[in-house]
C-alpha cells in the first residue's frame, strides 16, 4: 500500500506559529512528520516578518515557501499547481491567533490542524464550526493526549461495558512552572499564557484543563450536565489563574472532578484520570504512560502494559502502538497519532472518498467547541462563587 493511500504521496505541510522560543511549533513538525506521511513545506512562522522568514532555514523550509505571514502563504499556495500546494495547515500560535488562522485556512480549502484550545472565546469557536460545517475540510484539534495507545485501550473498554455504568471520573493536570512571576522575566511562553490579551478569559483551565477534561470526556463517552468551578491565582500579580478544580455532574448522574494546576512545587507534567464503574475501576497517568491499573474489589490489581501483541490489547489500542512491549511510546507518539488518523481522512478527501465528520478518532472542531465552552462556563461559574451552569454544549458528541 503505498503512502496516505489512495492518494500514494506524503501530505504537504505548512506550520503558522513555531518560531524561535516556541515549544509547541516544534512539535506539531516532529509529529506530523513521524510516520514518513507528510513534509514540512511552507511556513508562516511569526507574527514578525522578518523573524518568520529567518525561522524558515531552522525547519528546513526553502526560502520560496517562507512566508513573512499567513495571510501570505495562503494566498500564494492557492496559487500553485494542485501537484505543489500544500494540503494542511497546522496552526501552533498563541491561542488569539487560532481563529483568524484558522477560519482563512478553511475558507481557502486547506485542511487544518489547530492546537487546543481551539479559538480565544466561545463565539469564535461557534462561528468556525460553522465555517467547517459548510466546508469540505478535515479540521483535527490536537488534543494529543487521546492519542496514547492505552488510553484509547481504556475507551474500548469503557464503551464496551468493561467497567459496568460509570459513576466517578476523577481528572487533573498538576505542573509547577509558574510557581513564581516568570512572566515577568520575558520567558516567551509564561508571558503570553498568562496574558488574558492573548491566552483568552482563563489561565491554567484554558492551558491544562481543558486537556483534562477532554480526557475524561474522550474515554468514558459520559455527556456533561452542569459544573461548578472555583478558580483561584496564587501568584502576586498575575491576572489569570493559576489553579482551580471544577466538579461536574454528568447526564447518566456520574461525578467527575478536574483539577489544574501550575504553581504545585516539583510537578513537572502530571495528567492523570481515574474512573470508577460499578464492574471495576482504571487508572492512566501520563507520566507512565506506557502502564494502566484496573482494580476489581477481591481480585488483584491488574497493570495492563502497553503491548500490540497481547491478548488482552484491544484492536484500538494495538493500532496506536509503534514498537513491540518494552520499548517506550510517549509524547510524540501519541501527538503523531492524532495527525495520523487525520491524515486518513485528508487522503480521502484528496481521492474524493467521503469521510466522517463528526464522529473522528482524532479531536476535531466538535470538540474545540465543547472545550471552549467547557472554559468559558469554569470561569462564569467561579467568578458567581461556583454557582452550578449548564455544561453540555450542543455540539458535545459522544
Keep these: 500500500m503505498g503512502i496516505n493511500a489512495p492518494l500514494n504521496r506524503k501530505l504537504r505541510m505548512a506550520l503558522v506559529g513555531g518560531g524561535a522560543g516556541s515549544f509547541i511549533g516544534r512539535v506539531h513538525s516532529i509529529a506530523a512528520c513521524l510516520d514518513n506521511r507528510a513534509v514540512l513545506t511552507a511556513g508562516a512562522l511569526s507574527s514578525n516578518p522578518e523573524r518568520s522568514k529567518a525561522s524558515a532555514a531552522d525547519y528546513g523550509i526553502a526560502d520560496s515557501r517562507a512566508y513573512g505571514s499567513y495571510e501570505a502563504m495562503l494566498d500564494a499556495e492557492s496559487k500553485l499547481p494542485e501537484d505543489e500546494r500544500i494540503d494542511f495547515v497546522s496552526i501552533a500560535t498563541p491561542n488569539h491567533l487560532h481563529f483568524e488562522v484558522a477560519r482563512a485556512a478553511v475558507e481557502a480549502g486547506f485542511n487544518v490542524v489547530c492546537d487546543k484550545p481551539m479559538t480565544f472565546d466561545l463565539a469564535q469557536a461557534e462561528s468556525l464550526l460553522e465555517t467547517v460545517k459548510n466546508s469540505d475540510v478535515v479540521f483535527a484539534v490536537t488534543h494529543n493526549y487521546t492519542g496514547y495507545p492505552l488510553v484509547r485501550q481504556a475507551r474500548e473498554m469503557i464503551l464496551g461495558g468493561e467497567l459496568g455504568e460509570i459513576n466517578a471520573i476523577r481528572t487533573q493536570y498538576i505542573q509547577g512552572w509558574l510557581r513564581t512571576n516568570l512572566e515577568k522575566e520575558d520567558q516567551k511562553q ?26 475524561g470526556r474522550f474515554m468514558t463517552g459520559e455527556m456533561p450536565d452542569t459544573v461548578s468551578c472555583h478558580l483561584k491565582t496564587f501568584v502576586e500579580g498575575r491576572k489569570l489563574d493559576d489553579y482551580g478544580t471544577a466538579v461536574i455532574r454528568y447526564q447518566n448522574g456520574a461525578l467527575g472532578t478536574c483539577t489544574a494546576s501550575q504553581i504545585s512545587h516539583g510537578r513537572e507534567n502530571d495528567v492523570e484520570v481515574e474512573i470508577d464503574g460499578t464492574k471495576g475501576s482504571l487508572k492512566w497517568r501520563q507520566e507512565n504512560p506506557n502502564e494502566m491499573i484496573f482494580r476489581q474489589n477481591g481480585k488483584p490489581h491488574q497493570i495492563y502494559t502497553r503491548d500490540p501483541n497481547a491478548p488482552h490489547t484491544n484492536a484500538a489500542g494495538a493500532g496506536a502502538c509503534r514498537l513491540p512491549a518494552g520499548h517506550p511510546e510517549a509524547f510524540f507518539e501519541a501527538f503523531a497519532n492524532v495527525y495520523v488518523a487525520a491524515f486518513d481522512d485528508m487522503a480521502k478527501r484528496a481521492a474524493g472518498e467521503s469521510f466522517e465528520r463528526v464522529n473522528t478518532v482524532y479531536p476535531n472542531v466538535y470538540d474545540g467547541v465543547e472545550g471552549m465552552y467547557f472554559i468559558q462556563q469554569c470561569v462564569n461559574s467561579s467568578n458567581e462563587n461556583a454557582a452550578w451552569l449548564p455544561l453540555k454544549h450542543a455540539a458535545a458528541r459522544r
Excluded at 489561565?203 to 491544562?208: E, L, N, P, R, V
Design 190 to 215: 509564561a508571558a503570553w499564557r498568562t496574558d488574558p490579551t492573548k491566552s483568552g478569559a482563563a489561565g491554567a483551565f484554558g492551558d491544562i484543563a481543558t486537556h483534562a477534561y477532554n480526557l
